[in-house]
């Protein structure tokens, strides 16, 4: 490292510890005190970022976290696509989550496939008093008969049905005996339960191994098993994320027998104890599941990363490591084949995008996984952040992804996070939607990171190039022109980056 580099990472460390302090003292003492906890510069080295995660929210100070019941519904069971999954309880969660994200698949929609249809108990005033059993139970009547190629049923829990007691378990037992064993899962996803989506990932999981799995044991296999069977985990096929992985890893030789929940199926999450590998996109939301299936079937289960052609190579590299010869010359035949496709996109677009920074804030991996496509166009992260993290994640971030000085964040605040922005300056932000048009009205390029804005994909090789096209977009827009960033035009934003 040059003397001039290890200046500038002083600096940075210098600058970004003075506005940690600066943004706690809006606080009174002792949320201060708290907040000060989550917010930390990376020093190499440190091994889990030096922040604290996975602790309930302060109230009043605008988390931008979701609950248990998006992190079920929304995650885990909204995208396998032939079972419909009922919302159960008032109409407004279930509204809220209605299609709200680019989970694409293949099927036709209302037909035999459902995941941007809308199925809601819609709990009333009369349902909290008297339970809302009965209803339940004449709703998968009624689904049965309106949607017979059904494959099965998901019970998503609200706060109320928590509250009340409803007995969704007896329920699910009793109607999946009257329809010949279909698969009715009954998921106790309360919102109120937990600290975040997080935890909703964990109960859908655990639904998945006790209504799924366990009552798969002992049946043969649906399929005639290979040595080279996979199965793709926790990818959601934002935009198609999940088909340009399976391209990859079909490529290279091996058969992928079930991808969820992207574009998955009932029949897939069933065959899934019978792969080779399970390869682990999604970290946060699929680990326990996958941790699962290698205590209880011996399936090794490794993480992969498809953001960027520096990780995509180590990746295929690492999976193919689990495989014979055979497997491991088609990585490296794939990883040629998309050499000079990937060298291409470097080439257009690096130019226009080095040096540029980067500040990124959102849920699941995104706040790791994709440093490394951001540093193969020569672009810099300067600070990242998670919204319902654990210890874990950071631990990766720290050890493989984040450079000494970068600023971290857990659960930041809206305050905190315009803050940080405002003063660190960068020239583009990554984040949510609900942080989209906040910055963007402040004239800062932004990327919703959640959805790809409505693009994608961006895993894989023909993900990197549109990734690449839409940072550019958003960076070098001629509309930065009719709203410029304030830091570049107005005086005092000017001083503000003098001193």
Known sequence: ??????????????????????????????????????????????????????????????????????????????????????????????????????????????????????????????????????????????????????????????????????????????KSKEYEGKTIVPVRCEGFRGVSQSLGHHIANDAVRDWVFDKQDGKPAAFEPSPYDVAIIGDYNIGGDAWSSRILLEEMGLRVIAQWSGDGSIAELEATPKAKLNVLHCYRSMNYISRHMEEKYGIPWVEYNFFGPTKIEESLRKIASYFDEKIQEGAERVIAKYKALTDAVIAKYKPRLEGKKVMLYVGGLRPRHVIGAYEDLGMEVVGTGYEFGHNDDYQRTAQHYVKDGTLIYDDVTGYEFEKFVEKIQPDLVGSGIKEKYVFQKMGVPFRQMHSWDYSGPYHGYDGFAIFARDMDMAINSPVWKMSPTPWKEDPEYVAIAAE
Not at 9 to 17: G, H, L, Y
Request: proline share 3%.
């Open 1 to 174: 490292m040059s003397v001039s580099n290890t200046t500038d990472i002083a600096e940075a460390k210098e600058r970004n510890r003075a506005l940690i302090q600066e943004v706690l003292e809006v606080y009174p003492a002792k949320t201060a005190k708290r907040r000060a906890k989550h917010l930390n510069v990376h020093e190499e080295g440190n091994s889990d970022c030096g922040v604290k995660s996975n602790i309930k929210s302060i109230p009043g100070v605008m988390t931008i976290r979701g609950c248990a019941y998006a992190g079920s519904k929304g995650v885990v069971w909204g995208p396998i696509k032939d079972m419909i999954h009922i919302s159960h309880g008032p109409v407004g969660c279930g509204q809220y989550s209605w299609a709200a994200r680019r989970n694409y698949y293949i099927g036709t929609t209302g037909i035999d496939t459902f995941v941007t249809m809308q199925f809601t108990s819609d709990f009333q005033e009369k349902d909290i008093v008297f339970g809302g059993d009965k209803k339940l139970a004449k709703i998968i009547d009624e689904i049965e008969q309106l949607f017979p190629l059904n494959k099965g049923i998901t019970v998503q829990s609200e706060c109320p049905i928590g509250l009340i007691g409803d007995d969704i378990e007896a329920v699910s037992k009793s």
